[in-house]
């Protein structure tokens, strides 16, 4: 959106960070993610434009009101995403990952990073980007933070601030030449979850990727290759949702059952049902990976038609 607003504009620019200071000369305005920030100088834009633009956009707070308030939180927010270098003395061992967050709805980043802090270790450095969005630089220790428990967590403050979180818990990583572009690319995949998947609160690689991946496979061929499946799903929802719990639990029975509220040979009935009309063995690696995709176009379609 901000970029076909550019084109009305050409002496503006287009940015992924806000601005670092106030601009009493330049209009800065960014979408409700925060992804981009467009500054427009203020002599192309008359007052009713300007009120307008304003109606229409959210205008962006300069960085430095985000309480980036240490030298570490300076250095990481420069290095992850403005591509500076990192300067900070860091041992070449030691590893790691970016928790990236993300509110939309209004809420004090004093009050945030308080939160924050109760729920990871001390050595946690927090990194604003945006009102209510950024990063968590976590270092892997013993103490790292299990995904389960930041799932917890953002129950919590969903409750406390009655605002919607979601984070995206990246991988532990070297601070090596493929840092930096590691980041880039669980921006995209976090980006691609906020914007497909509005039940998740907490995303991470492998709960992302196939369906990331997935999206990149011409429709054609996605209908065509997974017709009798879908067709199946359509008909039958129920069995739809046994076929993807029983896949997302490692295909387990039992704890499929359990999550399902199912007696356990009801559930093994409706796979043995599953297999014998479509063919695909569900209990093989490659028919279970086959199935799951076909399952996420399945939810993609019905999301599409709501």
């Known amino acids: 959106m901000l970029a076909k607003l550019q084109l009305k504009y050409p002496e503006s620019k287009l940015y992924t960070v806000p601005p670092a200071k106030e601009d009493p000369d330049t209009l800065w305005l960014t979408t409700e993610t925060n992804e981009e920030f467009l500054a427009i100088p203020k002599h192309l834009l008359t007052q009713s ?20 308030d240490t030298a570490d939180s300076r250095s990481w927010h420069d290095f ?35 939160a924050f802090r109760s729920i990871f270790a001390e050595q946690a450095i927090i990194v604003f980007t945006s009102s209510g969005t950024g990063a968590i630089v976590e270092k892997k220790t013993e103490w790292s933070l299990p995904d389960e428990e930041l799932l917890s967590a953002a129950a919590v403050i969903e409750g406390d601030f009655f605002v919607s979180p979601a984070f995206f818990i990246g991988r532990f990583y070297s601070l090596n030449d493929q840092f930096h572009s590691s980041f880039k690319q669980e921006q995209n995949l976090f980006s691609f979850a906020e ?15 196939p369906s990331f991946v997935l999206q990149h496979v011409p429709k054609q061929t996605k209908t065509s290759m997974f017709a009798d499946i879908l067709q199946l799903f359509a008909e039958d929802e129920e069995l739809k949702k046994t076929i993807k719990t029983y896949l997302e639990n490692q295909s387990n029975t039992s704890q499929t059952a359990k999550v399902l509220f199912m007696h356990r040979n009801s559930v093994q009935y409706r796979i043995d049902k599953f297999i014998e009309k479509i063919g695909i063995d569900i209990k093989t690696f490659q028919g279970a990976l086959t199935v799951y995709l076909a399952c996420l176009e399945f939810d993609e379609d019905d999301n599409m038609e709501e």
């Open 49 to 68: 434009e300007a009120e307008l633009l304003c109606t229409l956009f959210s205008e962006a707070a300069p960085l430095q009101s985000w309480q980036n």
């Open 80 to 114: 992850l995403f403005d591509g500076s270098s990192l300067e900070l003395d860091i041992p070449p061992k030691e590893q790691f990952r970016i928790i990236q967050f993300s509110i939309r709805e209004k809420v004090d980043n004093d009050l945030l990073k308080e």
């Open 195 to 209: 914007k497909n998947f509005a039940k998740g609160r907490v995303f991470t690689f492998p709960s992302t990727f």
